[in-house]
């Protein structure tokens, strides 16, 4: 084993992550009900512990507070997401809410005074019930009082916010509400599904194209969970089962917001089994075509491994990806057992390849990574630091990948965790912390831990020292 100084590029962007959903809380501004509280009202059982995102990290009234926690614990930079029920309290349309741009105006001008750039997301599953009830993202109306929001967040915000984002991860609610039941309204219909993904994409191009018209220096792009997709083996069945995942899980989103064009394998097979959506017109495709984006934030979490099916489908029953394959559990793999997924280091040069190999090496940063883990108070101190080295270890080992992505030509500008301080993590609540900051539930005390003073360090040095007898 040799010690390494691990140098990244000047100015590279230190942070993290959360969204507004997660560590807001409702307070007092006005907000539209949300999917999520609407959902929690409906069924409570399905939230870990029963705990909703009423009140979740409270950052509303502690903002003030969380900007100086951002800087003790090293960011340059950090990810919100500006919530359309708040700006928009009338049920996501309407009138903009001044008392909701007077807490965002705050909290960017602060954050930007305390040296901490704004990226801006514009959506985070957050969708205003009564708009979701009309249909969601299945919706014309829906992407037009969407793009309307962000065009009014651009006009607002636009002289505060470093870089914007059209969308966290849109992937999710695709599978969560339409093939998977996690997200509000738990239907399983492939073809609806595909109709949301194809308008969330409109969406998306409807507001680079808003964005444009105000001439701002921020770019604006759209933030992915991806994969690499690796098949058991190379056994043709094998490979061509990982193809097929890739299509639905990496390239059906990728391709048309980064390159304007939708993979063809992917529209013949779901035109083979009539999938397709059904309102997809020509001057849509024009539009996804001429607003692509200008930046691309990777939300790397584990890999992607398959297989052939095993077994036959049920025909009857309703289409799903998994038609065409099965997930592998790769024996030996290395887990993160609290939250089920398989950790994979070198995934992050794999996927970083993939994006400078083709998709035209676009401006990229890591957007989220990190590692959620239970009973953290089981690490405590004496004085009530969380003692987080696995998390330590666990950046360490990625980042070390990813500075080798960064020295093979890989146009990464930024690594940003999930998260800041520990947040409502959806239907798992509270149960895996993430923060650099933990956060204590009863009291909503702040204390920074062990991994939140290595992160200022690392920011600080702008690298670290790893040990390692493989990078050269
Ligand atoms: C990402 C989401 C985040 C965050 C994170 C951790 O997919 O963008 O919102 O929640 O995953 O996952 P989880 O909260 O499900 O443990």
Not at 60 to 81: A, C, P, W
Not at 111 to 130: E, I, R, S
Not at 274 to 301: R, V, W
Request: hydrophobic residues 35%; negative net charge.
């Amino acid at each position: 084993m040799t010690l390494q100084q691990l140098q990244f590029p000047e100015n590279f962007w230190w942070g993290s992550a959360w969204s507004a959903e997660q560590a807001e809380g409702r307070g007092e501004t006005g907000k539209a009900e949300t999917v999520w509280e609407r959902w929690y009202k409906e069924q409570p059982t399905r939230f870990y512990q029963r705990i909703g995102s009423e009140v979740t990290t409270d950052h509303i009234h502690r903002y003030h507070e969380d900007v100086q926690l951002m800087k003790q614990t090293g960011h340059n930079s950090f990810r919100v997401s500006i919530s359309w029920a708040r700006m928009f309290p009338n049920d996501g349309v309407g009138e903009v809410n001044p008392k909701a741009v007077a807490f965002y105006r705050d909290l960017f001008t602060e954050m930007n005074q305390n040296g901490v750039k704004v990226f801006a997301n514009l959506y985070h599953f957050d969708m205003p019930a009564k708009l979701q009830g009309q249909g969601g993202w299945e919706s014309r109306d829906v992407v037009a009082a969407y793009v309307h929001f962000a065009d009014t967040c651009f006009k607002e915000f636009g002289d505060l916010v470093y870089h914007w984002f059209t969308f966290n991860e849109p992937l999710g609610p695709i599978l969560g509400s339409y093939l998977e039941d996690f997200h509000y309204p738990n239907v399983i219909d492939f073809k609806r599904g595909a109709q949301a993904a194809f308008f969330t994409i409109l969406a998306h191009a409807q507001a680079i194209a808003a964005h444009k018209k105000y001439g701002l220096e921020s770019k604006i792009g759209v933030i992915l969970n991806l994969s690499p997709t690796f098949p058991r083996s190379q056994n043709p069945a094998d490979v061509k089962a990982a193809e097929i995942a890739d299509l639905f899980y990496t390239r059906s989103f990728l391709d048309p917001m980064v390159k304007g064009t939708f993979p063809e394998k992917l529209t013949d097979l779901l035109r083979t089994y009539d999938q397709l959506p059904a309102d997809m017109t020509e001057a849509d495709l024009q539009i996804i075509k001429e607003n692509t984006s200008q930046i691309l934030g990777l939300n790397y979490y584990e890999p992607r491994r398959v297989k052939a099916r095993l077994t036959a489908i049920n025909p009857e029953g309703p289409f799903l990806p998994d038609w065409f394959f099965e997930h592998h559990v790769m024996p030996g793999r290395k887990m993160n057992e609290y939250r089920g997924w398989e950790i994979y280091e070198k995934g992050i040069y794999d996927l970083c390849m993939d994006i400078k190999n083709n998709y035209g090496n676009i401006e990229a940063f890591i957007s989220e990574n990190g590692m959620g883990v239970a009973d953290e108070e089981r690490f405590m101190d004496e004085n009530g630091q969380v003692i987080d080295t696995y998390r330590i270890d666990f950046i360490k080992d990625h980042l070390a990948y990813l500075w080798k992505a960064i020295n093979e030509g890989c146009n990464i500008k930024g690594y940003h965790l999930w998260t800041f301080i520990d947040c409502w993590s959806w239907i798992n609540a509270y149960k895996n912390r993430y923060g650099l900051v933990s956060l204590d539930l009863a009291t909503q005390k702040r204390t920074i831990k062990k991994s939140g003073e290595f992160y200022k360090n690392l920011s600080d040095n702008n690298g670290f020292e790893y040990e390692t007898d493989w990078l050269v």
